[in-house]
C-alpha cells in the first residue's frame, strides 16, 4: 500500500577536486587579470609559485609530447622565461579549468570561444596563455611536479568529514564564536580569523635555546 511518503532524498554531497594550472610565459604579464577570473570562476588558489623551468625540466613537464614535431619548440619556448604555477579547488576542477581556457588553438579559440582565456590572451596552439590537467592522474603527477611537498589525498566527506569536523575543527570554532557575540567586533569575519590563528591548538611550540617561545 502506498503511503504517499517519498523515500527520503540523500545529503547532496560536493567533491572538491583539485587541478594543475600554469600561466605560460607570454601571459605571465597578464596574470593579476586572469587571476581575478580565475576567482570570480569560483576557484580556491591553494598554491601559487613562480618559476622560470630549464629546457630539461620542461621536457620533463612535457615527457608525455616527446618525438612529436612541435615538442622542441614548446620546450623552447616554455624556457624562454617565467611561469606561474598555481593548484586550484572547487567542485569538478579539471572540466571547470578546462572550459576557461578553451581550445588549445587561439587563432581558433577566438572564432569559436572569444571570452575564454586562450582567446584573450594567447596568439596560437603553443603561445597560448594557459594550460591546464586533463585528468585527474595528470593532475596529480602535474602538481607534484610543480609543488614537491604536496599532499594530495581526498576530501573527507561523509561519516568521515563529520568525524574530522568533530575531531579538530568544531570546539575551537564553537569557543570562537561564542567570543564574538560577545564582543561584536565592527569586522567579525577578520576578528574571527585572527581568532583562531592565535587560538590554534595545533600551532606547534617554537623553542629557542632550548626554551618554548
Known amino acids: 500500500m502506498d503511503s504517499g511518503l517519498s523515500p527520503p532524498m540523500p545529503n547532496p554531497r560536493v567533491y572538491v577536486e583539485r587541478t594543475f594550472a600554469m600561466i605560460k610565459p607570454d601571459a605571465v604579464h597578464k596574470f593579476d587579470?586572469?587571476?581575478?577570473?580565475?576567482?570570480?570562476?569560483?576557484?580556491?588558489?591553494?598554491?601559487?609559485?613562480?618559476?622560470?623551468?630549464?629546457?630539461e625540466q620542461c621536457s620533463d613537464f612535457y615527457a608525455e609530447q616527446y618525438g612529436k614535431l612541435f615538442f622542441p619548440t614548446l620546450t623552447a619556448f616554455m624556457s624562454s622565461g617565467p611561469i606561474i604555477a598555481l593548484v586550484l579547488a572547487r567542485e569538478q576542477a579539471i572540466a571547470v579549468w578546462k572550459v576557461l581556457m578553451g581550445p588549445v588553438n587561439s587563432l581558433k579559440a577566438r572564432e569559436t570561444h572569444p571570452d575564454c582565456l586562450r582567446a584573450?590572451?594567447?596568439?596560437?596552439?603553443?603561445r597560448n596563455a594557459v594550460h591546464g590537467s586533463d585528468s585527474f592522474s595528470a593532475a596529480e603527477r602535474?602538481?607534484?611536479f610543480m609543488f614537491p611537498n604536496s599532499i594530495i589525498e581526498p576530501i573527507p566527506m561523509g561519516v568521515a568529514g563529520r568525524d574530522y569536523l568533530s575531531r579538530y575543527v568544531n570546539s575551537a570554532?564553537?569557543?570562537?564564536?561564542?567570543e564574538l557575540c560577545k564582543r561584536k567586533p565592527a569586522d567579525p569575519f577578520t576578528?574571527?580569523?585572527?581568532?583562531?590563528?592565535?587560538?590554534?591548538?595545533?600551532?606547534?611550540?617554537i623553542s629557542i635555546g632550548g626554551t618554548p617561545a
Open 33 to 55: 587579470e586572469i587571476e581575478d577570473i580565475i576567482l570570480q570562476a569560483g576557484f580556491c588558489i591553494l598554491q601559487k609559485r613562480q618559476v622560470q623551468l630549464s629546457p
Open 120 to 126: 584573450r590572451y594567447g596568439t596560437s596552439d603553443i
Open 142 to 144: 602535474e602538481i607534484k
Open 173 to 178: 570554532l564553537l569557543t570562537g564564536l561564542t
Open 191 to 205: 576578528w574571527l580569523a585572527d581568532w583562531l590563528m592565535n587560538n590554534n591548538l595545533n600551532k606547534p611550540k
